[in-house]
């Protein structure tokens, strides 16, 4: 099932389409000074593309993120997203995924930013909420119309750069603000599913932890019932739920992302690859490299570069 996002035409005088356009212009700015990261604001992430661009395997992590210009495509699982400038992204668990960037040309760069979320600061403004409900949604990726107010918090952000004194006291303060904003848009019910105290949810989150953490071990749905604390059955129908995949498919296409950042980062050759993220045989895990990706590690690995090499420049 295929989901396209279209959001109002945003002209140059409209409030939010004026934001957008700053905001594209700050991070234009940004990136081409300090780079996609900016450690002195934790989880900051910009992105500024001026190629076409398809990653086939990564991951996205707890995160609210903002399309400032262009379009992107998604998969997760069976379902793919489609949006463009002005959407809200917010991500409600470390899930893998598939993209490409639509569209994009020199003249038509790609323009977005993302902020990691704090699972405290979600548990925290969640629980000073005055209504308590039981929340069910399993809805991992959400897609909204960017507020004027979570515009705004990232202009202010970004804004903190050029006044680094001013990053401790005030910078927490929009980021808190931004959480809260996550959580009341469309994306809250799954936040809440997953970072409310005693949510089924937090267990689901609590297995995925460990898997990231484990990726490399063999495991059993017994050993992930115990860190969830819940029977083998409900483990895999609420695993299956939240990220669309079983434990061990998961765990396969985290072996295999690992996998290709490892060799992207050049830390060793195909078969030192296979056995650092865990795997006994490099035969089979060449075997699932090109099932997954359609293409060998080797040459996945060149596409991988090319494309970063010409997204950058």
Known sequence: MTTTQSWPSLSETDERGVLLRNLADRVHRIVLTSGEWDSRIPGLHLSYVQTP???PNCFYVLSV?????????????????EYGAGSMIVTSVDMPTSYELLDVTPSNPFISLSLKLNPAILAEIISSESTASEHKSNEVFSIDWATQELLEDFDRLLRL????????????????????????????????????????????????????????????????????GMSSTTLHRHFKAFTSLSPVQYQKRLRLYEAQQFLIRGDGDVNSAAYAVGYQSPQQ???DYKKFFGITPGKSTKNMKRNLLSSMA
Request: cysteine-free.
């Open 161 to 228: 750069l050029e006044r680094p004194q001013q990053i401790e006291t005030r910078a927490p303060l929009l980021i808190k603000d931004i959480h809260y904003l996550a959580l009341a848009g469309t994306a809250g019910e799954s936040l809440r599913s997953l970072y409310a105290p005693g949510a089924v949810g937090q267990r689901i989150r609590r297995v995925i932890h460990w898997m990231r953490e484990n990726f490399r071990e063999p495991i059993t749905i017994e050993q992930l019932s115990d860190v969830a």
């Open 285 to 287: 895990f060449n075997r």
């Open 65 to 81: 993120g903002l399309i400032l210009q262009g379009r992107k495509h998604l998969n997760i699982g069976k379902d793919s997203y």
């Open 53 to 55: 661009y398809k990653v």
